[in-house]
């Protein structure tokens, strides 16, 4: 039963466009919702996280939207760069189990130039 | 360390035979999460450490996976008798007490051939 998907695999995207990565989940006892970027060989690093009492979180060129009654939440990256082409997880968390993150099966995002 | 720190990095195996997966997690973080990642799939929970217990074990696939963590710090993953089915990149977090959000090793990828 997955918990948190990701139903795009890949996004291809011009340098300088928007990127929207989606993202929907079922459980609706899930409180905090973190975005994490991963480059090859390397491990998943934190990018963006939003409170489930928040509804928009932004960092810069990254924007993380929440839509509670719809279950799902998307990213924004603008303008896109070559440097973001990367695999972004979409996880969340209920905070129980000493906050223990369930995590969506990623989306490779190629941004090109 | 700064970081942190999975060894091996990478390793191949015979079916059958044991490995052992190590953790050093950021000297301070309370939490530590082991996770995997099969070919083409998200990251999967396999158990989380609160200190040196365990009180999430529910994501070990098997009873020939087990973990144990010394001193509130490294950890090891153990896999026993080794199938084809294991091979996936597993994944070392951790994190401070009570808190959302992980940092993450490099992983070690595992190879059972």
């Known amino acids: 039963d997955q918990q948190v998907k990701q139903n795009s695999p890949s996004l291809s995207v011009q340098e300088g466009r928007i990127s929207i990565l989606n993202c929907d989940y079922t459980n609706s006892m899930f409180d905090y919702f973190l975005w994490y970027k991963k480059y090859p060989a390397e491990g998943p690093t934190f990018l963006i996280s939003?409170?489930?009492?928040?509804d928009k979180n932004e960092d810069g060129r990254f924007t993380v939207f929440l839509n509670k009654s719809a279950k799902h939440l998307s990213l924004h990256i603008v303008p896109s760069q070559p440097g973001d082409s990367a695999v972004y997880f979409c996880?969340?968390?209920?905070?129980?189990?000493?906050?223990?993150?369930?995590f969506g099966a990623g989306t490779r995002l190629f941004v090109k130039a | 360390g700064a970081g942190v720190s999975q060894s091996p990095s990478n390793k191949v195996t015979e079916k059958g035979k044991d490995v052992e997966l190590r953790c050093d997690p950021i000297?301070?973080?309370?939490?530590l999460y082991w996770y995997r990642q099969s070919l083409g799939q998200g990251l999967e929970f396999l158990i989380y450490?609160?200190?040196?217990?365990?009180?999430?074990k529910s994501g070990l696939p098997s009873d020939r996976f087990s973990a144990e963590r010394t001193g509130g710090s490294v950890s090891t993953l153990t896999i026993q008798r080794t199938q084809q089915e294991d091979s996936a990149v597993y994944l070392c977090a951790s994190s401070p007490q009570n808190r959302y959000g992980y940092t993450f090793g490099s992983g070690t990828r595992l190879t059972v051939v």
């Open positions: 939003i409170s489930s009492i928040k």
């Open positions: 000297s301070g973080h309370t939490a």
């Open positions: 996880a969340a968390s209920d905070g129980t189990g000493g906050f223990k993150t369930i």
């Open positions: 450490f609160q200190g040196n217990s365990a009180p999430d």
